[in-house]
């Protein structure tokens, strides 16, 4: 079976995992929140589909349908997180710990990301090693466009949105998510070489570069 499916796919289901991952974080600290766990859990998986099961991907994959399923399971998973976000963001205080949970797995992302042995200390490895991780849709959406990339910089540009329509359909705030996620980005980059600096620079560009 594993015949049909190419390392884009494997690369694919693990930024979902990761994504995923995310979201069991923010299901501890909603329950720690004192929200309804259980109930809530019911429902959002009713409307939005379970998260994916602990087993390898060739296992669990349609192959009849990759790009379908693995289009599925981003949207499932996109949707399950920002609404838990929505139903987090009405306690106080809430957002700095979500916060703290974005920068702990930026973390965690960057201590495997250095154990893998795979990324060089330069800007367009620091850069590749980021989209290893962070979820913005499928390949072909073309979401982020590489404007300059050399040893020490690397600027790029988001081209699209793919999150507004998901986090408008959950009555989220889509800049809540960026926010969080330039957190996550920032203490990654940081993490896995801290002489270099995640950048926004407005007009929807950003850098990673040596400081």
Known sequence: MSLFLGKIHYWLFNKIVWFEDLETEIIK?????????????KEINNK?????????LEEI??????????????HSAEYRLATWTVKIMEKEKSKEK??????TQGIKA??????SGKYSNNAIDIFNAMNDY?????????????????EYKVLWKRRICVHKEIWDAVNGDVNLFYELRDLWIKT????????????FLGNNEFSIERE
């Not at 939005?48 to 390898?56: A, D, M, Q, S, T």
Request: hydrophobic content about 35%; overall charge negative; aromatic content about 8%.
């Open 29 to 41: 600290l909603a329950k720690e929140e004192g929200l309804d766990v259980d109930n809530l859990s």
């Open 48 to 56: 939005y589909g379970e998260r994916l099961p602990n087993l390898p």
């Open 61 to 74: 994959i349609d192959t009849s349908n990759i790009h379908g399923w693995l289009q599925d399971k981003i």
């Open 98 to 103: 979500l916060e703290d949970l974005y920068k």
């Open 110 to 115: 960057a201590k495997e990301a250095i154990e």
């Open 134 to 150: 962070i979820l913005d849709g499928m390949p072909c959406d073309r979401v982020n466009e590489v404007i300059s990339q050399e």
């Open 188 to 199: 990654f980059v940081n993490e896995l070489n801290n002489k270099y600096k995640y950048n």
